[in-house]
């Protein structure tokens, strides 16, 4: 078989290939391109370190190559992201011999195109030679924080208005943190257990959350047997807002890939969650979910655009509401570093549109005395507060429930928002309504 005799390095460039030619998502390219290759686990996390670092430092290294290559456009597609990859192994891994990548390089080259191989040995070379240019050269402050960051500059200065200089600059820094992995104990009784099993640690921010530095869960005996599975431990403190008692009927309006849902559903005895989402193959792995974890009972799955639930549902039918709104994804930068190069800054506004009309439709479906929690995977307001404001300013039948955390940092105007700086998770945004009359 042809593939396995691709190095950790071929691999790599034909994933890269993948994202910035066609458009695939990093995450999805790379477990697909690992499912085809027999590597040994060593070379299967080299794929992975190259594919997430080059994307994740992309601008930079455009900007690094752009004083050495005069137009990029005449080169092969391919030849450039060879550079590109070639050249964050050369600056940010520091066990990787130069000798050595130049040399596998080459050979890439050499096997895609006759002559190439000449042009990476110079450049590559060149760069051993004379270093890189300085990015403090850069006189504009967006543009030098854009390229130091690899960030769009409409990125940079939405965190800057957001967030001031200082912080906002903590905030990108902190996205070229390796990731850590993040895992829900199922069973709470037995978390000190599960901990030393997996030789992890406490989550600060979720009691129910473990968390370790690198690892692989998936595959691991535990999560078959559902008493571990992986969700991030922001995300793990959505579904304790809602004060669960057992009984109740609850919707999860936008509920893939069904995370908070089975949070939820843990803590019900005689209710139900009913989850919805636009795409079937995505509600199908909710259902798988909650098998493996013993809930099938608790959680009836329905395909259905979030804004059409009160037309569906009707009047009075929910106890509590969840909506994990579609937002922007700003705050999963670490784990989607692409992300953010695929992002418009009207995006924020055309996404608020929608969350207040999924808003809109299944408060009109909430019981009095009800609750609704609003969440998001992102960190500026125009899909965070402002959403919150808009809704509470058209919907007076509607208050706003003030949330608390032991971790005060985390508290603003009543709402959680968590910055990817703080605990080194997923940027997260969570707030609650109460129904107060009809």
Request: aromatic fraction near 8%; charge should be neutral; proline fraction near 2%.
């Amino acid at each position: 078989m042809e593939t396995r005799r691709k190095s950790a390095r071929q691999v790599a460039l034909e994933v890269l290939e993948e994202v910035f030619d066609q458009g695939a998502f990093s995450n999805i390219a790379l477990n697909k391109a690992l499912k085809k290759v027999q590597l040994s686990q060593q070379d299967k996390s080299l794929v992975t370190e190259l594919v997430y670092g080059t994307v994740a430092r992309k601008l930079t290294l455009e900007w690094y190559l752009s004083h050495l290559i005069e137009d990029r456009d005449k080169l092969d597609s391919w030849l450039y992201i060879l550079l590109l990859l070639s050249l964050y192994q050369m600056l940010y891994l520091d066990k990787i011999p130069n000798h050595a990548l130049i040399h596998e390089a080459v050979e890439l080259a050499k096997k895609r195109k006759l002559g190439s191989d000449k042009f990476v040995n110079a450049i590559l070379r060149r760069i051993e030679r004379e270093g890189v240019a300085d990015v403090e050269t850069i006189k504009r402050k967006n543009k030098r924080y854009s390229i130091q960051y690899s960030t769009p500059v409409w990125l940079v200065k939405a965190l800057i208005e957001e967030y001031g200089e200082e912080r906002a600059q903590a905030i990108l820094a902190s996205l070229f943190e390796r990731n850590k992995a993040s895992i829900r104990v199922t069973d709470l009784a037995r978390k000190e257990e599960l901990k030393g099993l997996l030789q992890a640690e406490d989550s600060l921010l979720a009691p129910s959350a473990l968390v370790k530095n690198q690892g692989h869960f998936a595959g691991h005996e535990l999560f078959t047997s559902g008493l571990i599975t992986i969700q991030d431990e922001s995300s793990q403190l959505v579904a304790p807002t809602l004060s669960i008692e057992g009984d109740e009927r609850i919707l999860d309006a936008c509920s893939a890939p069904g995370g908070k849902t089975l949070h939820m559903a843990s803590y019900l005895s005689t209710g139900k969650i009913i989850a919805l989402d636009l795409y079937d193959h995505k509600l199908q792995l909710i259902e798988e979910a909650a098998t493996r974890l013993g809930l099938a009972d608790k959680v009836q799955t329905k395909k259905l655009d979030a804004r059409e639930v009160y037309q569906k549902f009707g009047k009075d039918v929910f106890d509590k509401i969840l909506v994990d709104a579609p937002c922007s994804g700003i705050g999963l930068l670490r784990r989607k570093p692409d992300i953010k190069y695929n992002k418009e800054n009207a995006d924020f506004l055309s996404l608020q549109k929608i969350q207040l009309e999924i808003l809109d439709s299944v408060c009109q479906s909430l019981r009095k005395g009800g609750i609704i929690t609003y969440s998001t995977c992102t960190i500026v307001s125009e899909e965070n507060f402002q959403v919150v404001q808009a809704f509470l300013e058209s919907h007076p039948e509607f208050e706003q429930v003030k949330l608390e955390h032991e971790c005060k940092d985390i508290l603003k105007d009543g709402c959680i928002l968590i910055t990817p700086e703080l605990y080194g998770s997923d940027g997260f945004f969570i707030s609650q309504f109460r129904k107060i009359s009809e």
